[in-house]
């Protein structure tokens, strides 16, 4: 049996139920793979607080040294979120030579390259399982097991918190600030949770995914991103009525002159199968050259399912494994220059709720503008006015080229027509 030592570094909800899983189950880790995963050193901002779970007779320090500079530490798991400190810290353990195991999606979507360069520099790796979609080994799926194929598309709903939020929304009609507040205290949302309903944690995800299954650099800036913070329980219930679900939708699409991604809320048909992924479960379709269409689903965040991956990197490298598969493949190295297309081509259906005063002539108005477009309108309906003389209209079209449902509701927009900014939404 080897033993191996491991530092942690963010003793929070990840950090956690990395603790948790490794005092219930080191007995399981030791019968199955013949290693006894042995956390010797934690580092935490506050060593002094009373924590859940106890870490046994391991040391607690809010000092990185005390990992970095124990030459027993080979591994360190990195559950610090950020991306100032958390690269500070993360840098700090490459250039100690230990492996680094991260969930901080941000910091892998903003520096990886710059990261893995150093990691390559020092000779160590930075896993990197637990960084999108939790408990599902979606990493380990498009760089071990559908390696022999071309990646085709990827559609996924990637953050736990706002699929928490819509499934609350929809199936319970938990308004929206108490469905991200429970989200929040159970755990799935981000320090800082705008970065969850404004899309932006789905785009780092994406990115990753993206660079891993299309083999170069991505910008961050050239994945198109909507959050849900627009969306409101009516547009939920007009989904419903149209034999769909609205879910933040990630998407990789490889079209002839170049990649297409985009986060955007999107009414999915209720018989897709990522419609029925719900609440903190994430799930991702993939369209690939030889295996054909393959989905993934499970539960995205909190603190088992994500220390499960954790964990499972953990394994992958002090077990030599990572170093053979992952490391010898070029992650994060160089890649390809990409070339990138506007989602503006894509022809879909569209939902559009316009919020207008309640006076004469603002349906017409609103119809010509989708006429002059060349939008076939399927459905179209003006509610009550509420007592400040807000009416909503609710317009579903035909599939049309999406620019072209873009263009006349920025028209209608800028006309004065609207009160609020219209909500757009495509249908998959
Ligand atoms: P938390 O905020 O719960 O925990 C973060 C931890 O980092 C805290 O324990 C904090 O210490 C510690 N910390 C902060 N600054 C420092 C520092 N300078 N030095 C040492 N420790 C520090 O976050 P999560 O556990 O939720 O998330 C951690 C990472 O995992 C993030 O990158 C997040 O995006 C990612 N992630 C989270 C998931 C989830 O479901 N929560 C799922 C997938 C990824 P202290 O407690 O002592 O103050
Ligand atoms: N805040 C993230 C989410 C955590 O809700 O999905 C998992 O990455």
Same mark, same amino acid.
């Given at each position: 049996m080897q033993r191996k030592a491991i530092g942690l570094i963010g003793w929070g909800t990840v950090g956690g139920g990395v603790v948790e899983i490794l005092s219930r189950d080191r007995g399981l880790f030791a019968e199955r793979c013949a290693i006894d995963l042995d956390l010797t050193t934690i580092v935490t901002r506050d060593p002094g607080r009373v924590r859940e779970h106890s870490a046994g007779s391991a040391r607690i320090s809010n000092d990185i040294s005390a990992i970095t500079n124990d030459p027993d530490i080979g591994v360190v798991v990195h559950l610090v979120g950020g991306t100032t400190e958390a690269k500070d810290l993360l840098a700090a353990c490459l250039k100690a030579g230990k492996h680094v195991v991260t969930a901080n999606k941000a910091l892998i979507a903003v520096h990886g390259d710059e990261l893995f360069a150093l990691a390559a520099q020092h000779r160590v790796g930075i896993a990197f399982e637990a960084a999108v979609a939790g408990g599902i080994p979606i990493i380990a799926a498009l760089r071990? $097991? !559908? &390696?022999a194929n071309r990646i085709h598309a990827i559609s996924a709903i990637l953050n736990g918190t706002c699929n928490f939020i819509l499934t609350k929304m929809e199936q319970e009609n938990w308004g929206y600030d108490a469905a991200l507040a429970e989200a929040q205290r159970l755990g799935y949302a981000e320090a800082d949770p705008t970065l969850d309903v404004d899309g932006t944690d789905t785009a780092h995800k994406l990115a990753i995914l993206a660079r891993i299954a299309f083999n170069g650099r991505i910008? !961050?800036?050239? &994945?198109?991103t909507q959050g849900i913070q627009q969306l409101t329980a009516q547009d939920i219930a007009s989904a419903r009525t149209m034999g769909a679900r609205i879910k933040l939708l990630a998407v990789a699409r490889q079209r002839e002159s170049g990649l297409e991604l985009r986060v955007a809320p999107t009414l999915v048909p209720l018989d897709h199968p990522l419609a029925a992924v719900n609440k903190n479960a994430n799930g991702i379709a993939i369209e690939s050259s030889s295996a054909g269409p393959t989905l993934l689903t499970g539960l $995205?965040? $909190?603190a088992l399912p994500t220390a499960s991956a954790v964990l499972a990197d953990v394994i992958d490298v002090v077990s030599g494994r990572y170093q053979a598969t992952a490391g010898a493949f070029r992650f994060f190295h160089g890649g390809s220059d990409l070339a990138f297309v506007a989602e503006i081509d894509e022809v879909t259906a569209t939902y559009a709720r316009f919020v207008v005063a309640d006076k004469p002539g603002v349906l017409a108005g609103v119809a010509t503008a989708l006429s002059k477009h060349g939008a076939n309108v399927l459905s179209i309906h003006q509610g009550q006015a509420d007592p400040a003389g807000r009416a909503t209209i609710e317009v579903v079209t035909h599939p049309l080229r999406l620019g072209s449902m873009q263009a006349a509701v920025n028209e209608i927009d800028r006309s004065g027509l609207t009160i609020t900014t219209t909500t757009l939404l495509r249908r998959l």
């Open positions: 071990d $097991g !559908l &390696v910008p !961050l800036a050239k &994945v198109r $995205g965040a $909190g």
